[in-house]
């Protein structure tokens, strides 16, 4: 599910609503209560990989590995 960006327009608070692609936008603001929030545009996040990394610790074969070739 995306993280979708709102502001309102009478107060100026700006938060982010965790929600499914059918959910109806939000239109009160949480703070002041009216009904002017607006959904942001925004660029959307990027991918992140933590730890050592994908391709070298799942597939990458080790250097010196046990197999051995039948020449």
Do not use: N, R, W
């Not at 002017?36 to 545009?41: D, E, P, R």
């Amino acid at each position: 599910m995306p993280t979708y960006e709102y502001e309102c327009e009478a107060c100026g608070h700006s938060f982010e609503k965790f929600q499914s692609m059918s959910e109806k936008p939000v239109k009160k603001c949480p703070v002041c209560t009216k009904m002017k929030v607006q959904k942001l545009i925004s660029s959307g996040a990027g991918v992140i990989f933590k730890g050592s990394g994908f391709y070298e610790t799942d597939y990458k074969k080790k250097s010196g590995s046990s197999e051995k070739s039948d020449s």
